[in-house]
């Protein structure tokens, strides 16, 4: 699918493909140590967050392991709030794992839940995944809260499952299915 002219709408956001000049707002939330104690792995300096940026401004959902990385985009000003992903797990299985980083800057204002939601029903009605999964730090607990406020159910609990820096950390993985979805958001 080509996503060039991808715009998902919100009552606050806009979801859409990056472009050039978003760099500085991604590279202020992706350089920042609070955004990446929960991803395993050290912020990204100017010239790594340069590389993932290039990517990110490209996405695809071709083979197994693609990624489509939008821009969320606040309406009232055009501030760039964060990203949300949709990777592809399984074509055959139409699974997709989903995620997103937001710059703390915008915390607390409920963006991350609103800008999922759209992310989604997109996902669901529009590509036709059958299940969305979401991969999460145990000890992040806004994003628990996101992706419960979302209504997906926690699946799993890995235990000491990776490490970083010489600390273990736990995943919880999340999901939720296509007709589960449908029935929630279909009034039925």
């Given at each position: 699918?080509?996503?060039?002219?991808?715009?998902?709408?919100?009552?606050?956001?806009?979801?859409?493909?990056?472009?050039?000049?978003?760099?500085?707002?991604?590279?202020?939330?992706?350089?920042?140590?609070?955004?990446?104690?929960?991803?395993?792995?050290?912020?990204?300096?100017?010239?790594?967050?340069?590389?993932?940026?290039?990517?990110?401004?490209?996405?695809?959902?071709?083979?197994?392991?693609?990624?489509?990385?939008?821009?969320?985009?606040?309406?009232?000003?055009?501030?760039?709030?964060?990203?949300?992903?949709?990777?592809?797990?399984?074509?055959?299985?139409?699974?997709?794992?989903?995620?997103y980083i937001f710059n703390p800057a915008f915390a607390g204002k409920g963006y991350a839940t609103e800008a999922m939601s759209a992310v989604l029903e997109f996902a669901f009605s529009r590509l036709n995944f059958h299940r969305a999964f979401a991969r999460l730090d145990a000890a992040n607990a806004g994003s628990v809260g996101v992706v419960e406020r979302l209504g997906m159910r926690r699946e799993a609990h890995l235990i000491q499952n990776d490490q970083f820096n010489g600390i273990w950390g736990d995943e919880f993985i999340y999901a939720l299915l296509r007709d589960e979805w449908m029935a929630r958001h279909s009034g039925v």
């Open positions: 699918m080509d996503f060039s002219d991808l715009r998902l709408s919100t009552e606050r956001l806009e979801i859409r493909r990056f472009v050039p000049g978003d760099f500085a707002a991604f590279l202020a939330y992706h350089s920042q140590p609070e955004v990446y104690r929960y991803l395993y792995a050290d912020p990204l300096d100017e010239a790594e967050a340069a590389e993932k940026f290039q990517k990110a401004s490209v996405p695809r959902l071709r083979k197994d392991g693609d990624t489509a990385v939008f821009a969320v985009e606040r309406r009232e000003d055009g501030a760039v709030a964060g990203e949300v992903v949709l990777k592809l797990a399984s074509a055959i299985a139409r699974q997709v794992e989903v995620g």
